[in-house]
């Protein structure tokens, strides 16, 4: 699975967006993107995924680009509760071997 | 849906005792589900993929006679931390694999392992 790269932090202001950076210069084309957050002191949670189009769920959008080597995690109105470490991780889907690698991920601050 | 639970979510044990955690996927079926474990202030670290039916496969460096896992049904794995000493202490974390083209994996709440 590709690597990802991320910064090891961000601030955010409340009520604004929150655009979280993500490389994986190495991605290949059967990769998808996923990402998770994890609150402290609880397991990650999923936000969202993509392979190649942009994404849109109730939490988040994820914006990939052209050329599949970064992706940009969006969260557009942040508040106090979307304070948490945030992953991007890279894989092909196998469904009975698909365990997530976790790397060191965002932590990202949302500040009143 | 695509729910996971975990039990206990805390536990506290004297050294040399075993302790299991549950994992179950509540609203789906999981042939597969994987084991984590998180120190404080790191990332999550694979520890085994649990197959229903047939034996774990432990990730390199991870005692498979001291972390026993059983995955008897198609919802339920656990985790036995035999033998618990202080080093074990961590929070230990379930994910289960939702079937389908993305293969999205849930992840259960966790379980927080104190050993004294």
């Known amino acids: 699975d590709a690597k990802t790269t991320q910064p090891p932090s961000m601030d955010c202001a409340e009520g604004r967006a929150a655009n979280l950076p993500c490389n994986h210069s190495?991605?290949?084309?059967?990769?998808?993107v996923y990402w998770y957050r994890q609150i402290h002191s609880q397991g990650p949670q999923y936000i969202i995924h993509?392979?190649?189009n942009n994404e849109t769920n109730e939490m988040a959008s994820l914006i990939i680009t052209e050329d599949r080597k970064s992706s940009t995690l969006i969260l557009p109105h942040a508040t106090l509760r979307d304070t948490a470490v945030y992953y991007c991780?890279?894989?092909?889907?196998?469904?009975?071997?698909?365990?997530?690698?976790f790397g060191a991920g965002t932590r990202l601050t949302v500040k009143p | 849906g695509a729910v996971v639970s975990q039990h206990p979510s805390r536990v506290i044990c004297k050294s040399g005792t075993s302790v299991k955690i549950e994992c179950r996927s509540l609203?789906?079926?999981?042939?597969?589900m994987f084991w984590y474990r998180q120190f404080p202030k790191q990332s999550l670290m694979l520890m085994a993929t649990?197959?229903?039916?047939?034996?774990?496969?432990?990730e390199q460096g991870v005692e498979k006679d001291k972390f026993l896992i059983n995955h008897a049904s198609l919802t339920l794995s656990t985790l036995t931390v035999t033998s618990a000493h202080p080093e074990d202490s961590s929070f230990y974390i379930c994910?289960?694999?939702?079937?389908?083209?993305?293969?999205?994996?849930?992840f259960g709440p966790g379980t927080r392992l104190t050993v004294l």
């Open positions: 993509g392979l190649k």
């Open positions: 649990s197959n229903e039916g047939s034996k774990a496969t432990y």
């Open positions: 609203d789906f079926q999981a042939t597969t």
């Open positions: 190495t991605i290949s084309g059967n990769e998808y």
């Open positions: 994910s289960a694999a939702l079937a389908g083209g993305s293969d999205t994996q849930y």
């Open positions: 991780i890279v894989r092909v889907p196998r469904y009975n071997n698909n365990d997530m690698r």
